[in-house]
């Protein structure tokens, strides 16, 4: 019953379409009624009445059959212009299973003729060496990507960094890989994720240094407007991973607030004063966290905590406790 009423609803779409345009009339040319049934699967418009065949192979107008998404997409289009795809998602693939639109194995000449016609489809697809560079560069993003949990957003701000960068020539003579990891830790402070160069450069298998000096280098030239992090995130990411109670937490968090009342955090790493405030919370609740497990959750030296908190006993009475 649904499929018979969706069939008088194609046809009748497509013959109102026809209609419109002035093309043809909407009565049978045999019993002169106006009633028609569209096949799904053959793509014939036929008369109800008497079955003459009004049209042929028409278009399917409704939504597409496979939906793997799970949600109700009336669109008939494939995936928007995307800046991860070097040529933003405009292109073809020729696929790879040799075979014919009914599933028929193609002949030994046909095979060698696509597999020639694929090795020039890739290779036009690298028209310079900035081509190349870029497309490298997008799948070390690519990759990052799933490695840190990183939405799209993340990657479109990061890919258009990049894609900058190369239209100035700041990639020419630098790294590859060092200026992605570059693009993407400053994708990450505009937007405002927590993650630190060290967690970047990791995923890029890159020096820090090598990515510092690039970021510098994207800093200065694309003139763009870096967010100041907060250091609050990075107490609920350190906590984590420590896996320290939750009145520790709120402890921490409470003394971070206090810190940023008194001035005494300004200008300071996020992740150091982050990592300060869970220790001094740590030994103020009596949980036996040692300095060295939260400065490798935060990626940062014990100096710098063992500094923060000399800063903290001098300015803030909260920490008359802390040793």
């Keep these: 019953m649904h499929d018979s009423r969706h069939a008088h609803q194609g046809a009748a779409e497509f013959l109102t379409v026809l209609q419109q345009m002035g093309k043809v009339n909407t009565n049978c040319r045999n019993c002169n009624a106006s009633k028609f049934t569209t096949d799904g699967v053959t793509g014939e418009i036929t008369c109800s009445r008497c079955g003459c065949v009004f049209s042929e192979n028409s278009e399917d107008r409704g939504k597409e059959r496979r939906n793997l998404s799970g949600i109700a997409d009336n669109t008939r289009t494939g995936p928007g212009i995307s800046l991860k795809r070097h040529d933003k998602g405009l292109f073809t693939v020729i696929g790879a299973q040799n075979k014919d639109s009914v599933g028929k194995s193609l002949s030994a000449t046909s095979v060698q003729t696509f597999a020639r016609l694929r090795k020039w489809d890739s290779r036009s697809q690298k028209k310079s060496s900035a081509d190349a560079s870029l497309i490298f560069a997008l799948q070390e993003l690519d990759k990052a990507q799933s490695k840190l949990v990183l939405s799209n957003t993340v990657i479109e701000r990061a890919?258009?960094?990049?894609?900058?960068?190369?239209?100035?020539?700041?990639v020419r003579g630098r790294s590859i890989s060092s200026m992605a990891a570059a693009c993407l830790y400053a994708s990450c402070k505009d937007l405002e994720h927590?993650?630190?160069?060290?967690?970047?450069?990791?995923?890029?298998?890159?020096?820090?240094?090598?990515?510092?000096?690039?970021?510098?280098?994207?800093?200065?030239?694309?003139?763009?407007?870096?967010?100041?992090?907060?250091?609050?995130?990075?107490?609920?990411?350190?906590?984590?991973?420590?896996?320290?109670?939750?009145?520790?937490?709120?402890?921490?968090?409470?003394?971070?607030?206090?810190?940023?009342?008194?001035?005494?955090?300004?200008?300071?790493?996020?992740?150091?004063?982050?990592?300060?405030s869970i220790y001094a919370a740590c030994v103020i609740t009596g949980e036996a966290i040692s300095q060295i497990a939260i400065s490798e959750a935060a990626g940062i030296s014990t100096v710098s905590i063992r500094n923060r908190i000399s800063e903290f006993r001098t300015t803030l009475d909260l920490f008359s406790t802390v040793k």
């Excluded at 890919?159 to 700041?170: H, I, N, Q, V």
């Design 159 to 170: 890919s258009l960094f990049y894609r900058k960068a190369s239209e100035k020539g700041l």
């Design 194 to 276: 927590n993650r630190t160069m060290s967690e970047i450069t990791e995923q890029f298998s890159v020096k820090r240094k090598e990515v510092a000096r690039a970021y510098r280098i994207l800093f200065t030239e694309l003139d763009f407007v870096v967010s100041i992090a907060d250091p609050i995130k990075s107490v609920s990411k350190i906590a984590s991973k420590i896996g320290i109670k939750e009145k520790t937490t709120r402890r921490a968090i409470r003394i971070l607030n206090a810190a940023q009342d008194a001035g005494i955090v300004a200008g300071k790493n996020p992740e150091i004063i982050a990592a300060t």
